[in-house]
């Protein structure tokens, strides 16, 4: 007996799926055809996939190997956190790397004049201004520092949170302050949802420009350009309510504002205007090159969307 043609998956584009949810205590399987969170009790939560852009796992969770290929399959990033997202594990990349847009960032980080011109770009769109002429990279690394500290001080001040100084201990989730807590768990819901769109756009996060040596380093050059318009003013109103569940109101709040402020569709366009400032040409695809593994033939969809 011949299985049933199914249609072909239709993903839905980057910039229309839910950024970021959370799970915990519970085993990710496909039962019946849908992808469901099944708790210790059998109780059933459905997770629309495909609809979401990426999907956090908290500690207690497992996944099943069904799981892992559907989540690939439909593009959703998987990410092994810990409690509240304070520490990332692991995460996965739906569909593969597209080599030509990888040898594109290589290239531009591996290019000192390049990579310049990539961070000065950064700066710009990051403080809405150009940075100043004739700096390195570390001196534009180490004035961008002075900058963000000044902004946590404003912005503290503006929501009438008492503040000292970024500082957090992630091998003890306890141990920081209120505020610290807050930005920790805002944080970490941005970077979630900054590396799905990297990943869907076919780059690696490891690659970075102001950030090197790290995992996420591209993760974190992206998500910094967004961070103050988006999770640092969600993190200090939240911590001036002093809630009793704040990691769970962050990232209620920081959902919230990623949906007011239509992120998902700014991330990808942002990360190709900022690679395009190093004023390099991207390789063509190579003629054998393996197709996107959700090929869109459609049109719909973000420029380089791999499904």
């Known amino acids: 007996m011949t299985e049933p043609i199914l249609p072909p998956l239709k993903p839905i584009p980057m910039k229309d799926r839910v950024s970021v949810l959370f799970v915990e205590k519970g085993h990710l399987d496909v039962l019946d055809g849908a992808f469901v969170l099944v708790d210790k009790n059998g109780v059933r939560t459905h997770i629309p996939l495909g609809g979401v852009a990426c ?8 996944v099943s190997h069904a799981a892992a290929v559907l989540a690939a399959r439909v593009g959703c990033l998987l990410v092994w956190v810990g409690e509240a997202g304070v520490r990332m594990y692991a995460a996965g990349q739906p569909g593969g790397a597209r080599a030509d847009r990888l040898l594109y960032q290589a290239k531009l ?115 910094d350009i967004f961070k103050f318009d988006t999770v640092v003013p969600v993190a200090f109103r939240i911590a001036a309510k002093k809630p009793y569940d704040l990691e769970r109101q962050v990232r209620l709040a920081c959902r919230d504002a990623f949906r007011q402020t239509k992120l998902l569709k700014r991330i990808i366009p942002a990360i190709e205007e900022v690679l395009n400032a190093g004023e390099l040409d991207p390789p063509k695809p190579h003629a054998e090159a ?11 969809g973000d420029a380089g969307h791999r499904g």
């Open 109 to 223: 980080a591996l290019d000192d004049t390049a990579r310049l011109k990539v961070v000065r770009k950064m700066y710009e769109l990051r403080f809405k201004e150009k940075p100043p002429e004739r700096r390195s990279v570390e001196q534009l690394r180490g004035i961008e520092g002075v900058r963000v500290r000044k902004m946590y001080e404003l912005i503290a001040r503006q929501y009438g949170v008492p503040w000292r100084k970024r500082n957090y201990d992630h091998t003890q989730w306890g141990s920081g302050d209120i505020p610290n807590r807050c930005l920790s768990a805002a944080t970490a819901c941005l970077y979630g949802i900054t590396e799905a769109a990297i990943l869907a756009a076919g780059y690696a996060p490891a690659v970075g420009f102001i950030h090197t040596g790290k995992p996420q380093s591209f993760v974190y050059d992206i998500a």
């Open 290 to 300: 393996v197709e996107m593994a959700i090929p869109n033939k459609e049109g719909i």
């Open 55 to 62: 999907l956090m796992l908290e500690p207690g969770t497992r």
